[in-house]
């Protein structure tokens, strides 16, 4: 039998032809070409795998078959951040939900998200996210839901756009995503990502997908991780540890120039209550 490293490089040759992929040492040699020398901190490291072989206990959605299809896994940086100031102290945000905030309170005439992403939004966050630290935040990484009963919904859901134009119009809208925020030790350090059964555009039967956004240094370092059926977000969000190491030994970039802590993840995953009940819905929608 193939080991899993091997089958994921034996991945990356096989569709090298068709997709562009590489292994981190083809990779390496196409960077050793390149003048880099102002551009030393740019990173971005890929492997391509089967599902089976990164996230333990992988299902397929609607049946309880293994999972067969491809999962990306990459590390990417460096990531800008978002200056601008609020009402409240935004250093709990990684880069990438503090850009989202600045793009939800600009003022556009054709949307009318920033109306709701105001100052109470982000003092009932800031009033919220006071009332977790007593949790173990410090020694587990801590999920919670993305709830749109949350007025902070409106400055980072994915959802957040088309929400605000249905709730202009009348009193409900129908989210495509759910989404989760990781936390440690007081700030966010990854997000989650899943479909669900409901498509906008169409009445086409849906195959929701989930993935993973974990931040290293606060987002200006970010892997991501998917897709892969939703009906194993559970199985994955609690192998975060496994997912990550196995990475980590699999590439042969020295990430120490970046200060990365690799042993970010390998800790204890705990589930807010209303995560838990996020989570078992969407297994009841994929099982």
Known sequence: MKSIGHLAC?????FAGVAGSQTPSQHQEQLNTLDLSERDRELSERIIWVQSALIPNCRKNFEPAACDGLVFQYIQAPFTRDEA?????TSFLSHSLKNLLGSSTFESEHF???KRCDESALIA?????KSIDGTDLENAVFVTFLSPDEPWFFCFHRDRWQASLALDESSQFDLEYREFWLWHAGKVVGQVECGTLYRRRSDAWRFPQCKFKLNFLNGEVQMEIGPFPAASLRDAMFSIDLMTSKFWRSIERDLRVYGTQKELFYREVLLDPEAGVAMTAIEAETR
């Open 10 to 14: 034996s991945l990356l040759l096989c």
């Open 85 to 89: 100031t609020y009402v409240i102290d």
């Open 112 to 114: 009318s998200v920033h």
């Open 125 to 129: 966050l800031d009033k919220w996210r």
